[in-house]
């Protein structure tokens, strides 16, 4: 199983139905990866309310320092705000990190990060950036179900671990599975050109982020 992410193939999924196209609050400052770019505290916690229930993140920046940071700046402004569980493929992951409003995804697409060393493991819990090569992480993450150690030989490197809740992303809707070509999950092409329209519309059992935190 591999996990790309950009233009490349990349994908997971409730019976409760999620909004449409969401008001993006803070588009303007979104609209700007360049500016958003704090260095995140040493170790801080992400509160995600999800249209299944609650589940916190804790990160801790020395394990991956360029990625932490980015997932601070996404958080602190509003850019996992309805967003969808796109990519849900049971014993393995769950992927997020495509925004609802193409207008807002679209700069994110080349805002690219350097790498980081691979100092934790993938196992269940630990959060990581999705990646189509070297250097390639944007805004895409993923969420381990189980223990994915083969990942950490081909450059994934986690930066946080789910403390709180991972009962509520072991719940998060699987039935679209994997993404297309490969499986009938969304096209991810489609959802940088069309954003939430097209999930609501294709896949409206998806579950979503209603918000996403920095918790004090």
Known sequence: MTIRAGIFALGAALLLAAPSTPAFAQAGNLANPGALNEKAPATFKAKFDTSKGAFVVEVNRDWAP?????????????????????????GFMVQFGINGDPNVSAPWRSARIKDDPVRQSNKRGYITYAM???????????????????????????????ISGMDVVDKLNAEYGEGAPRGRGPDQFRMQQEGNAYLSKDFPRLDFVRKATIEP
């Open 66 to 90: 360029n990625g932490a940071d980015r997932f601070y700046n996404l958080v602190k402004n509003g850019f996992f705000d309805n967003v969808r569980f796109f990519r849900v493929i049971s």
């Open 132 to 162: 189509a090569g070297p250097d390639t992480r944007t805004t895409q993450v993923f969420i381990n179900f189980a223990d994915n150690a083969g990942l950490d030989g081909q450059g994934f490197a986690p930066f946080g671990r789910v």
